[in-house]
């Protein structure tokens, strides 16, 4: 089946500091990703929609600046917590939709657990 | 407003129980309808899903058909097992053409021996 791999699985980082967060689609080639947030006990918010070689879509609410996204490949996607504040800590999550198939169900990585202090 | 609804948690149940999650959706088109299951400190799995109305989609003893009458999308098992315990999302995929994911609030089921 199709594997989405996260890494790192947990952080933990200073604040003020940033954190790079890897989303890989290990079998398969993914044009796009999806970048989600989940607070404890919560569901999944959308955070961005992310497109191979080209700029992020995010969603209303989310500042840009603050948390970067570069999908240089088809099977990475990256996002960057700049400046991280003890409000940034969550559970963030990447889907990756296997390129060419506009129809098919997204992959989820397994999330990351950020704890900014 | 949310565009998935689903039934607030946490649900309780023995372990053989019959279990049924509700979920509603808003209904813009014909959206593709998930349910995804996410155990403790993990991302989501895809449970099931369906892509038309009548369709049924089933895994693992967990059913769901998707009702374009009533817009809903109800999970429902058998027996649960211990090992059921997790929370359950209900999704649709928008019909737009980035096909994003829109979740419900997510269910607990606590299942107990």
């Known amino acids: 089946g199709a594997v989405v791999s996260q890494h790192p699985s947990r952080v933990i980082c200073k604040s003020g500091t940033s954190v790079k967060i890897e989303c890989r689609s290990l079998?398969?080639?993914?044009?796009?990703m999806f970048w989600y947030r989940q607070f404890p006990k919560q569901s999944l918010m959308l955070m961005a929609t992310?497109?191979?070689?080209?700029?992020?879509?995010?969603e209303q609410g989310v500042e840009k600046d603050k948390f970067l996204i570069n999908h240089a490949s088809l099977t990475l996607s990256t996002l960057t917590v700049t400046s991280a504040h003890p409000e940034d800590s969550s559970f963030y999550i990447c889907?990756?939709?296997?390129?060419?198939?506009?129809?098919?169900?997204?992959?989820f990585g397994q999330g990351t657990r950020l704890t900014v202090v | 407003g949310n565009s998935v609804t689903q039934m607030e948690g946490p649900v309780t149940l023995s372990e053989e129980a019959f279990l049924t999650i509700n979920c509603t959706y808003t209904a813009t088109g014909y959206p593709s309808l998930f349910w995804y299951v996410q155990y403790p400190g993990e991302g989501l799995q895809l449970l099931l899903k369906a892509t038309k109305a009548d369709d049924k989609g089933s895994n693992k003893g967990f059913e769901a058909t998707y009702r374009k009458e009533t817009t809903s999308f109800h999970l429902e098992k058998g027996s649960v097992q211990v090992s059921d315990s997790a929370v359950y999302f209900c999704?649709?995929?928008?019909?737009?053409?980035?096909?994003?994911?829109?979740f419900g609030a997510g269910t607990q089921v606590v299942v107990t021996p």
């Open positions: 992310s497109n191979e070689g080209s700029k992020a879509t995010y």
């Open positions: 079998d398969f080639q993914a044009t796009t």
């Open positions: 889907s990756a939709r296997p390129t060419g198939k506009r129809y098919t169900e997204a992959f």
């Open positions: 999704a649709r995929r928008t019909t737009d053409s980035w096909g994003k994911l829109q």
